[in-house]
């Protein structure tokens, strides 16, 4: 993502067309990030405004030497989930419960019917798989696949040492592996796990 | 091939397959994982099947992006916010957010106060700590005068054009003559320093108080040069808006040039992360940073009383009608002592608050110690607020939801360790959130010490409930993530030296278990931390000889049992396993309570666990509590694990 550093010196001065410039770059990557990790639209909106409010009020405090405006921006977003999912304590056992903790369906209905099926069935299916991860690994796994971070990035967005992005990437990567493959009959698996995620 | 060459472990290719797939592992690093993919069948397979599964969510992330955006007008909304935020400026150190209104209200009415010895209140639970320092010069002899210049000035139209509106507050600072010197801000935010002739009733001067750019940017740069700060900056901390604040004259603060005789303006800025709020004043002359400061969480207790002092704070409180009623109806005490504890005359401790909460609501007790009573049972402005804005506080960490707080309250009252105390005696006196603490000594001219704590970290992730019993008290560590008691320290008040550590009746555990990796030919678990407590116990199993075996069974059944010595005793773990062709699971685990003959016995924990296709293995975190009708109770947690059971099966 490159954005010209006369935008990022602009900003930093108070312009506010250049702050749009940045806003068009980046709201995507926040929005996204912040959807899969609170599972629904509004949220993810609110999300996204403090997230870029919080960059305009700090523009002069940032430092393109020290990071990517992306890293930092993503941090803003993930705490504020992070805050945000403790709130609801929301619980997700399986597939079928995470349906009904708000954690919204995305709409892929722009495709035409026949693709649609099984692209939406198994789109549907690995979106709920990554609701139902805890906190910590939904936002590795939402921050590499969704947000195409680098590990490095991921690191410094967590606040994590790299050796733990990767571990924690493998887990999140074994925890959904579990939740897809048992789910290959659509079928809810009762009583998989005694514990209860929590955020 | 290089000399010496190792071979990794099933576990660590566990560990590296998202880097493998992702592409960021170095040539020999990759060398290693697909000679032990070739040699290991069962990693082998394992890959394939993370390779599916890393496929199918790259396809997912593809299509998300198409589909996915959020609405159209959010651009605006932010644009119109900024534009509000540009102008907005804090007038005094009251609280940033315009929403609290009522908090600021009050903290104005605290900082422009006549008796400013300090400046400092409680606030309904929310501590603004102004550390400027106000001094009159001339004792106010006639309040009238003060008054009259206050109003003169507020009515002032050069005033009013000096602060580009209204003037919203109006302080005397000193009176002389009948010559008044105030300092005048407005709504919009401007201030000025004004002098009235009360005798002529007129304005005789009015000197905005502001900063060049220059100097905002300055004090920016020495802010920023303040290790504290940049540390948090680094964070991801952001700095508010730079302004003007004034101080009062006698070199108690100096700031960066005098607008009149006896006002100094130095700059002012919020520093904000994660929903903590600081405040900082920058000294221009001297390059520094003069204040940095916390504004306080509400369930923030700073324990400078000692726990003999919450007990009788806790009796006054219980011993009132009011509260008497309020516990009736539920409430709970979620604190007993105050946020700050104010020390006057050498140290006495005169008044504190215990915090009731129901539902939404919030009461604050004020208590006088001296005179063993409560003085005021007032209910907290936040239980005004309507319920969007106390989630928003809640998000922001301002507020601990309520059902947090019974749920935290449920976690440790079913805890043994918690329930032998409390069959004991103790009580829960205080929920705080656990936070790293930095204090700092600060003093003013009256000579009162007062500590200051800044947090440093602010995470809320492990509340600390703390129980007490006499002189004794614990701190119940609970993790909110884990949902469950992680440790007890216990500690006991020695009135000479304070507090010490207890060595400790109860257990003291600690979240990290141990990592185990046990196989028999029909079972194999590997966990990243495991550990049973029994009876109060804690066991790991890192020991030496850990005894494994399998019973074999037939398809239908085998067993994983363990039998190891741990603390003097003889521990055993047995986990009983079922299949029915298609999936498997455990119907049963147990363990030894880990007391001596005659008590000696089984803990059993009944269920259907781990349930799982035959041939693929359980993966994940789990927690056991034993079934209600052992005489002896115990947990068993399982961190990041995999287990598989009938590894033979085809």
Not at chain 1, 20 to 35: P, S
Not at chain 2, 538 to 550: C, D, F, L, P, R
């Amino acid at each position: 993502m490159y954005v010209a550093m006369d935008v990022i010196d602009k900003w930093r001065s108070g312009d506010i067309e250049a702050f749009e410039v940045l806003f068009r770059q980046y709201y995507k990557l926040v929005f996204k990030t912040a959807y899969l990790m609170v599972g629904n639209k509004e949220e993810a909106e609110d999300v996204l405004q403090e997230a870029f409010i919080a960059m305009w009020k700090s523009r002069r405090t940032f430092d393109p030497g020290k990071g990517k405006l992306a890293t930092w921006l993503c941090r803003i977003a993930v705490n504020q989930c992070t805050s945000r999912l403790r709130v609801k304590r929301v619980a997700v056992v399986s597939l079928e419960e995470a349906r009904n903790y708000g954690f919204d369906l995305p709409d892929v209905s722009a495709q035409p019917p026949e693709e649609l099926c099984a692209k939406q069935w198994e789109y549907d299916r690995v979106v709920k798989a990554i609701g139902s991860l805890d906190g910590k690994h939904r936002a590795a796994v939402v921050l590499r696949y969704f947000g195409e971070l680098s590990y490095g990035e991921i690191a410094q967005v967590l606040n994590i040492p790299l050796g733990t992005v990767k571990s924690r990437l493998s887990q999140a990567l074994r925890m959904l592996n579990q939740v897809i493959e048992k789910d290959v009959y659509g079928e809810p698996v009762e009583n998989r796990r005694a514990d209860v995620r929590r955020y | 091939m290089s000399a010496g060459k190792r071979d990794i472990s099933c576990k660590e290719l566990r560990e590296s397959l998202a880097a493998y797939l992702d592409d960021e592992l170095t040539p020999d690093e990759r060398e290693l994982i697909e000679s032990h993919l070739s040699a290991c069948r069962q990693c082998s397979e394992k890959f394939a099947s993370a390779i599916d599964t890393y496929d199918r969510i790259k396809d997912a992330a593809q299509t998300f992006s198409e589909h996915i955006t959020p609405s159209e007008n959010i651009w605006l909304g932010i644009k119109s916010r900024l534009s509000v935020e540009e102008h907005a400026t804090d007038t005094t150190w009251g609280l940033a957010r315009a929403k609290f209104r009522l908090g600021k209200e009050i903290a104005m009415k605290a900082l422009f106060s006549k008796r400013p010895v300090w400046k400092l209140a409680a606030i309904s639970g929310f501590v603004i700590i102004g550390l400027v320092v106000g001094l009159t010069i001339g004792m106010p002899s006639d309040e009238n005068a003060y008054a009259q210049a206050e109003r003169i000035a507020s009515e002032s139209q050069e005033v009013q054009a000096a602060l580009g509106g209204e003037v919203a507050y109006a302080n005397t600072i000193s009176l002389q003559d009948n010559i008044g010197t105030l300092v005048c801000s407005g709504e919009t935010g401007g201030m000025a320093a004004v002098t009235v002739d009360i005798g002529n009733k007129s304005v005789t001067d009015v000197l905005p108080i502001e900063l060049t750019v220059e100097e905002e940017q300055q004090a920016i740069a020495i802010a920023m040069a303040d290790s504290r700060i940049k540390e948090l900056v680094d964070q991801g901390a952001v700095i508010g808006n730079v302004s003007p604040d004034y101080s009062l004259g006698n070199g108690v603060n100096a700031g960066t040039r005098y607008v009149l005789p006896n006002i100094m303006i130095a700059a002012r800025m919020s520093l904000e992360l994660d929903y903590q709020l600081w405040y900082i004043t920058v000294n221009l002359d001297e390059e520094k940073v003069q204040d940095f400061v916390l504004v306080p969480k509400t369930l923030i207790s700073m324990a400078v009383i000692s726990p003999e002092q919450v007990w009788q704070v806790i009796a006054i409180a219980k011993a009132d009608t009011r509260v008497k009623e309020l516990l009736d109806q539920g409430a709970v005490i979620v604190r007993a002592g105050s946020g700050v504890a104010y020390q006057i005359d050498g140290g006495n401790l005169e008044s504190t608050t215990v915090v009731l909460a129901l539902g939404d609501r919030r009461w604050n007790v004020a208590i006088n110690l001296i005179k063993g009573q409560v003085t005021s049972v007032s209910e907290d402005p936040f239980g005004n607020i309507s319920s969007e804005e106390f989630e928003e506080l809640v998000s922001y960490g301002y507020a601990m939801a309520p059902l947090e707080v019974r749920e935290i309250l449920g976690i440790v009252e079913s805890d043994e360790a918690v329930k032998a105390l409390m069959t004991m005696g103790a009580e829960i006196f205080t929920i705080r959130p656990v936070l790293e603490w930095e204090c700092d000594t600060v003093g003013n001219e009256s000579g009162v010490l007062r500590q200051v704590c800044y947090q440093k970290d602010g995470q809320v992730e492990r509340v600390d409930v703390m129980l007490g019993h006499g002189i004794t008290w614990w701190d119940v560590i609970v993790d909110l993530d884990l949902q469950k008691v992680v440790e007890i320290r216990e500690y006991f008040y020695d009135s000479g030296q304070g507090y010490q550590s207890g060595n400790g009746s109860g257990s003291t555990s600690t979240a990290d278990g141990q990592s185990v990796d046990w196989k028999t030919n029909l079972v194999k678990l590997a966990a990243d931390d495991f550990y049973i407590n029994a009876s109060g116990v804690k066991y790991i199993a890192n020991v030496q000889s850990v005894e494994i075996t399998s019973d074999p069974g037939d398809s239908e059944y085998c067993t994983l049992e363990l039998i190891w010595h741990e603390h003097g005793n003889e521990m055993r773990l047995n986990m009983y396993f079922r299949s029915d062709g298609t999936y498997w699971w455990s119907d049963e685990i147990r363990t030894y309570n880990g007391q001596q003959y005659p008590e000696a016995d089984w803990i059993i924990y009944t269920g259907e666990f781990f349930k799982t296709e035959l041939g693929s293995p359980f993966v994940g975190n789990i927690d056991f509590i034993s079934d209600p009708d052992n005489n002896y109770s115990g947990t068993i947690h399982f961190g990041g694990l995999e287990l598989q059971a009938f590894l033979d099966a085809d």
